[in-house]
């Protein structure tokens, strides 16, 4: 009788063999980050598809970011002739960022100068708030010049679920009027 035959003649299927998937999925997304590839596998050479559940998606084989959480990307690989069907999971944290805050320099001044505008700049949509030590008030978006001296004017933002608080400072000195 031939292999893969039965008694009464007719074919057998071929026994298929379990395939595995390595997902290449990040850890510790940091919030706002741009899209980026799963650099994911099938033993047997099969196209993934991708789903996932959680604070993230996926735009064919690139992971996007929604917010802080965690995210679970799951990748299919359809069986084939030779291959079984698979299925995998791995976890994603996406993390708090820390926003970049862009403070434009403030040259040195003379006492009597106009109020200094503060320009602040920064890619994630952030309310800021300013301080300032030294002879020197901050008033709305401006920093008034009160004295001679050195002032140090600082920007935070609070933070939220998907940012970290930050700060920076600026420093510069108020020369007396000549």
Do not use: K
Request: glycine fraction near 10%; hydrophobic fraction near 40%; proline fraction near 10%.
């Amino acid at each position: 009788m031939a292999v893969g035959a039965d008694r009464a003649g007719a074919q057998s299927p071929p026994v298929r063999a379990p395939q595995t998937i390595e997902i290449g999925a990040p850890t510790g997304v940091p919030f706002g980050a741009p899209p980026m590839r799963l650099a994911s596998t099938s033993s047997a050479g099969v196209p993934l598809r991708y789903a996932t559940f959680g604070t993230c998606s996926v735009a064919g084989s690139a992971l996007v970011v929604g917010s802080t959480g965690v995210c679970w990307v799951i990748a299919r690989a359809p069986g084939n002739t030779t291959h079984l069907p698979a299925t995998a999971w791995a976890r994603v944290r996406i993390v708090q960022a820390a926003p970049r805050i862009w403070f434009a320099p403030i040259r040195d001044r003379t006492l009597g100068d106009a109020p200094v505008p503060l320009e602040v700049a920064s890619m994630v949509h952030v309310v800021p708030s300013f301080s300032s030590t030294g002879p020197c008030t901050v008033v709305g978006s401006s920093v008034r010049l009160d004295g001679v001296g050195t002032c140090t004017v600082t920007v935070r933002t609070a933070g939220d679920a998907n940012l970290l608080p930050t700060s920076t400072s600026q420093t510069f000195a108020i020369r007396p009027r000549a």
